[in-house]
Nanobody, 122 residues
Framework: QVQLVESGGGLVQAGGSLRLSCAAS????????MGWYRQAPGKQRELVAL???????NLADSVKGRFTISRDNAKNTVYLQMDSLTPEDTAVYYC????????????????WGQGTRVTVSS
């Protein structure tokens, strides 16, 4: 059982910045990958950024050079620093975590937060 809570969304003008946070809590043995997805109005959900437990990250081409993903394993928290925002970044951003619940089971499941809305005005 893993709960993810996102924060940091809001309204910002084009060219501005936001920092999203996602804290994981609950009962689990370990968290592997953590990531951020977004879903814009009328579009499918897409992967924005992913970071592994040892800090390796990858970003969608559309946000490379503008966004940075990081994590604090001690706090079970993942961050998304978003700079040089454009109206095309407007979406609901969802936190995702892949967690192993049990010591005795290697099975991992994906968990999702409720989402935080980011609106970028022109």
């Amino acid at each position: 059982q893993v709960q993810l809570v996102e924060s940091g969304g809001g309204l910002v003008q084009a060219g501005g910045s936001l920092r999203l946070s996602c804290a994981a809590s609950g009962r689990f043995f370990s968290i592997n990958d953590m990531g951020w997805y977004r879903q814009a109005p009328g579009k499918q959900r897409e992967l924005v950024a992913l970071i592994t437990s040892d800090g390796r990250s990858n970003l969608a081409d559309s946000v490379k050079g503008r966004f940075t993903i990081s994590r604090d394993n001690a706090k079970n928290t993942v961050y998304l620093q978003m700079d040089s925002l454009t109206p095309e970044d407007t979406a609901v951003y969802y936190c995702n975590a892949r967690a192993r619940r049990y010591v005795f089971r290697r099975e991992e499941n994906d968990y999702w937060g409720q989402g935080t809305r980011v609106t970028v005005s022109s």
